[in-house]
């Protein structure tokens, strides 16, 4: 990639990343500044989940070997001509999918876990800091621990991922195109 070329890719993808960073705290606050702790704690779950599942396809990507793609696509078989662009742009998809969507969601969900810490404190009237370490604890945990175990995943099973990857790629370009 030329210099100038790098240049607004790392431009693009800052915008890019601050726009999706304030839109899930938005989403986040937004949501929890009006509904229950089992509401706070879905929220807070599908932040993790978010981040788990983009880092399996960050990995997948980067992993997948091209040349059954290419097969694939020869028998026109769905969303394999899509996993060959995400194959062929795998430093681009790996920095979206790992370093945007999966930092931001580990962001978040430390916020989203320190605001639910905050409101069971208030509710609670505590100042107790097991509350806060203990949520944080299993926050971390869970992401961290998921993550591990899809990269074995996204590894052993990266032809699989890429190529559904790329069914739901063609699926919504379909979708689009009938609008």
Same mark, same amino acid.
């Given at each position: 990639?030329?210099?100038?070329?790098k240049s607004g890719w790392y431009?693009?993808?800052?915008?890019?990343?601050?726009? /999706? %960073?304030? *839109?899930?705290?938005?989403?986040?606050?937004?949501? !929890?500044? $009006?509904?229950?702790?089992?509401?706070?704690? +879905?929220?807070?779950?599908?932040?993790?989940?978010?981040?788990?599942?983009?880092?399996?396809?960050?990995?997948?990507?980067?992993?997948?070997?091209?040349?059954?793609?290419?097969?694939?696509?020869?028998?026109?078989?769905?969303?394999?001509?899509?996993?060959?662009?995400?194959?062929?742009?795998?430093?681009?998809?790996?920095?979206?999918?790992?370093?945007?969507?999966?930092?931001?969601?580990?962001? /978040? %969900?430390? *916020?989203?876990?320190?605001?639910?810490?905050?409101? !069971?404190? $208030?509710?609670?009237?505590?100042?107790?800091? +097991?509350?806060?370490?203990?949520?944080?604890?299993?926050?971390?945990?869970?992401?961290?621990?998921?993550?591990?175990?899809?990269?074995?995943?996204?590894?052993?099973?990266?032809?699989?991922?890429?190529?559904?990857?790329?069914?739901?790629?063609?699926?919504?370009?379909?979708?689009?195109?009938?609008?």
């Open positions: 990639m030329k210099t100038k070329a431009f693009k993808i800052i915008v890019f990343s601050m726009c /999706v %960073s304030m *839109t899930f705290t938005l989403a986040s606050s937004e949501i !929890l500044g $009006s509904v229950g702790y089992v509401m706070a704690f +879905l929220v807070l779950a599908v932040f993790i989940f978010l981040g788990i599942i983009f880092d399996i396809i960050g990995v997948a990507v980067t992993a997948a070997n091209i040349t059954p793609f290419h097969s694939m696509a020869a028998h026109k078989e769905t969303g394999a001509q899509e996993a060959i662009r995400l194959i062929r742009n795998a430093e681009k998809v790996s920095s979206i999918c790992n370093d945007v969507v999966g930092d931001i969601t580990g962001i /978040v %969900s430390g *916020t989203t876990s320190s605001l639910i810490v905050a409101r !069971l404190m $208030s509710d609670l009237s505590t100042d107790n800091i +097991l509350l806060q370490l203990g949520l944080s604890g299993i926050v971390t945990g869970v992401m961290i621990g998921g993550k591990a175990v899809g990269k074995t995943l996204a590894i052993n099973n990266s032809t699989t991922i890429v190529l559904n990857v790329g069914k739901l790629i063609s699926l919504k370009r379909l979708l689009i195109r009938k609008k």
